[in-house]
């Protein structure tokens, strides 16, 4: 069972919609969880954590984690075609990371 | 926020031959990392590079494949040996921030190999 598991999308959203990006985690003892943006032909790039269970909000960005449930989410509030790129979340495993596949998504003008 | 960059930003190797990826990061850090990203997957920790003594493997990979050396605490070199066309990815590395929840990556290093 891999420990982080994410729909690889593609996403593809009109400008300005809401978007909702998904992961679940196969072990509760994670406590740190986190959000990276990676655009084309570039490394990922920290975008949000979160530690526990609860929201963090960042501007357009919000992130929750769900421990019950296993369940850690990002929303992106009034996209833009800027946010276009590849969102993946990943869980420290004692600062190893685990990452998901990777959502591509597509802010549409 | 952190500054790291890699050397080569890419390269095309014959199949057998070795390539060392450099790894500078702008501040002294503790923990550095390189990961794998094949085409259209998630990043893979390669290993640990630690300061000083050997680098520490996950499962699956092997020093003798991936050697690693930590000479001082901003710099580190990967090395993937008799590569093959399976080796063709981006290798990234990473440091550890202050903060427990901070990963900072580098740009990645694009290899193919023929």
């Known amino acids: 069972q891999k420990e982080v598991e994410q729909d690889p999308g593609p996403l593809s959203v009109p400008e300005g919609a809401i978007v909702s990006l998904n992961c679940t985690y196969s072990?509760?003892?994670?406590?740190?969880f986190m959000w990276y943006r990676q655009y084309s032909r570039k490394g990922p790039e920290l975008l949000m954590y979160?530690?526990?269970?609860g929201n963090k909000e960042d501007g357009r960005f919000t992130a929750q984690v769900d421990k019950s449930s296993k369940y850690i989410s990002l929303f992106i509030r009034d996209s833009q075609p800027s946010d276009s790129a590849t969102y993946l979340c990943?869980?420290?495993?004692?600062?190893?990371?685990?990452f998901g596949a990777g959502t591509t998504v597509t802010v549409r003008a | 926020s952190a500054v790291i960059s890699q050397k080569p930003s890419r390269d095309i190797c014959q199949r057998g031959t070795s390539l060392t990826i450099q790894c500078q990061v702008d501040?002294?850090?503790?923990?550095m990392f390189w990961y794998r990203q094949q085409p259209g997957q998630s990043l893979t920790l390669i290993a640990t590079?630690?300061?000083?003594?050997?680098?520490?493997?996950e499962s699956g990979f092997v020093i003798d494949k991936f050697p690693i050396s930590r000479p001082n605490l901003t710099f580190s070199t990967l090395t993937v040996s008799n590569m093959s066309p399976e080796d063709s990815s981006i290798y990234l590395c990473?440091?550890?921030?202050?903060?427990?929840?901070?990963?900072?990556f580098g740009p990645g290093t694009r290899l193919t190999v023929l």
């Open positions: 990943a869980v420290d495993n004692d600062y190893k990371l685990s």
């Open positions: 072990n509760s003892a994670f406590q740190y």
């Open positions: 979160t530690y526990s269970s």
């Open positions: 501040s002294q850090v503790t923990m």
């Open positions: 590079a630690n300061q000083g003594s050997e680098a520490t493997y």
């Open positions: 990473s440091e550890q921030g202050a903060l427990r929840n901070e990963q900072f």
